[in-house]
């Protein structure tokens, strides 16, 4: 089935190649054991997670059936380098509690609920999985060296004030992104996120309310009433008028143009 948004989608099963554009996510169902590329037995039990990649050789191998279910996930949502992604494929977490748990039930969610609620909530509940997915992600492929101090140091808030004011100003670049946040500043992908990890949000939330922020404030001006809710989103960044109507919704309670009519009125 297809999700709206979010760049994930359910497979019914886990491919036998793959064209590097993805990453794998697998939900176990049933207990089952799978080798790694080291020839480690690891054991899986139900609700457990695995990171998949057909095309890198860190993808685990199952000795038998291994029934579960499988969310692909865009490359360029997660935006992780390769190194990154050879290290995160073939990682297994457990699913019954912690981070892992919370991850899987929200998966849950969303293959049990697709067909039961409308765009709006699947559209929700799919951006959640994903800003879940990424914060996992980090946690895995933090390095042995506790980073968690540099977080919090003048330094790292320094930083991060200095990158949500690049943020800001470039808005109304549709190619912003977490790469080219990080890029700009010299930093990983990976730092990028733990910096906004470690002040409880992710780099696409933050964009996502700063550029809704932003039309809002557009949409309420008097210079702007005759302006199309399609143009303030293109101006801010937002490809899509229809997901664009549906963010703002969601963390507003009303439609842009419900908004608009309101400030005029």
């Not at 989608?9 to 886990?14: G, I, K, Y």
């Amino acid at each position: 089935m297809s999700l709206p948004s979010g760049h994930i989608q359910v497979l019914t099963a886990l491919p036998a190649t793959g064209n590097g554009r993805y990453l794998y996510l697998g939900r176990v169902l049933g207990a089952s054991t799978a080798t790694s590329r080291d020839g480690e037995e690891i054991r899986l039990g139900r609700s457990d997670l695995v990171f998949c990649d057909p095309t890198r050789p860190r993808s685990l191998r199952f000795d038998g059936a291994c029934e579960m279910t499988v969310f692909r996930i865009s490359r360029q949502r997660l935006a992780l380098s390769d190194e990154d992604l050879d290290r995160v494929t073939g990682m297994a977490v457990r699913g019954d509690s912690g981070l892992g748990g919370l991850v899987s039930n929200v998966l849950v969610t969303l293959t049990n609920e697709a067909d039961a609620h409308g765009a709006d909530v699947i559209g929700r509940l799919t951006r959640s999985a994903v800003d879940l997915i990424i914060v996992l992600m980090m946690e895995l492929l933090q390095s042995g060296t506790d980073m968690s101090a540099s977080l919090t140091t003048p330094g790292g808030r320094d930083m991060l004030h200095q990158i949500k004011a690049y943020i800001d100003e470039h808005l109304t670049d549709p190619d912003l992104s977490p790469r080219t946040i990080a890029r700009a500043h010299h930093i990983s992908v990976r730092y990028l996120h733990k910096l906004f990890q470690s002040h409880g949000a992710t780099v696409g939330t933050w964009v996502r309310q700063r550029r809704l922020d932003s039309c809002r404030t557009d949409l309420s001006r008097t210079f702007n009433r005759n302006t199309t809710v399609a143009a303030v989103a293109r101006r801010w960044g937002f490809s899509s008028p229809a997901h664009f109507s549906r963010s703002f919704k969601e963390a507003y309670g009303m439609t842009p143009r419900e908004w608009q009519s309101l400030a005029a009125s």
